[in-house]
């Protein structure tokens, strides 16, 4: 899931997500940062949605990550938020705090320009964690200013739960 990549040409269909999520019986959350809460709005524009969404937490701040999620301060102030570690720990995090199956969540650079670490806009590190099994990361890098950014984030994490949900 690397390179630059258009979302509207990966679209996922929430509602097929919700669909699969019910019929396995699985519970669903997210733990999101450049996303905002926008992968967990998706999901719940769908009619029904409420029988698999447990949860979403938009976490942007480290204190919020470490607090709500159960992210290791220290690893956060060693590394940044925008790791492949962090995305797994906020994933898990979200798994535990909702009791869900399914989680999946987002951090990255949206821009304008690099974050304080230099980490370059566009850089996305998306996570998924199980209950019943391993999770997996995956890294993006996206372009097209920070609205794009963020729309792309949201389909690379919708795509990322419908591939699970298709698995088994």
Same mark, same amino acid.
């Given at each position: 899931?690397?390179?630059?990549?258009?979302?509207?040409?990966?679209?996922?269909?929430?509602?097929?997500?919700?669909?699969?999520?019910?019929?396995?019986?699985?519970?669903?959350?997210?733990?999101?940062?450049?996303?905002?809460?926008?992968?967990?709005?998706?999901?719940?524009?769908?009619?029904?949605?409420?029988?698999?969404?447990?949860?979403? #937490?938009?976490?942007?701040?480290?204190?919020?990550?470490?607090?709500?999620?159960?992210?290791?301060?220290?690893?956060?102030?060693?590394?940044? #938020?925008?790791?492949?570690?962090?995305?797994?720990?906020? #994933?898990?995090?979200?798994?535990? &705090?909702?009791?869900?199956?399914?989680?999946?969540?987002?951090?990255?650079?949206?821009?304008?320009?690099?974050?304080?670490?230099?980490?370059?806009?566009?850089?996305?590190?998306?996570? &998924?964690?199980?209950?019943?099994?391993?999770?997996?990361?995956?890294?993006?890098?996206?372009?097209?200013?920070?609205?794009?950014?963020? #729309?792309?984030?949201?389909?690379?994490?919708?795509?990322?739960?419908?591939?699970?949900?298709?698995?088994?």
């Amino acid at each position: 899931m690397s390179g630059h990549r258009d979302a509207s040409d990966h679209a996922v269909d929430p509602a097929r997500i919700i669909s699969r999520a019910a019929e396995r019986g699985w519970k669903l959350a997210t733990a999101e940062s450049l996303t905002g809460g926008a992968v967990v709005a998706r999901l719940v524009d769908v009619p029904g949605a409420s029988a698999v969404i447990a949860g979403g #937490a938009a976490c942007y701040s480290y204190q919020a990550k470490t607090r709500v999620l159960g992210v290791d301060a220290a690893l956060l102030e060693a590394t940044g #938020a925008v790791t492949a570690e962090v995305a797994t720990a906020m #994933a898990a995090g979200a798994l535990a &705090l909702y009791d869900a199956d399914l989680a999946v969540a987002t951090t990255g650079v949206a821009g304008p320009g690099p974050d304080e670490r230099g980490i370059p806009e566009g850089t996305v590190h998306l996570a &998924l964690a199980r209950r019943d099994g391993p999770g997996l990361t995956r890294e993006v890098r996206l372009s097209g200013g920070r609205a794009r950014i963020r #729309a792309q984030s949201v389909e690379a994490a919708l795509s990322l739960l419908g591939k699970a949900l298709e698995e088994r």
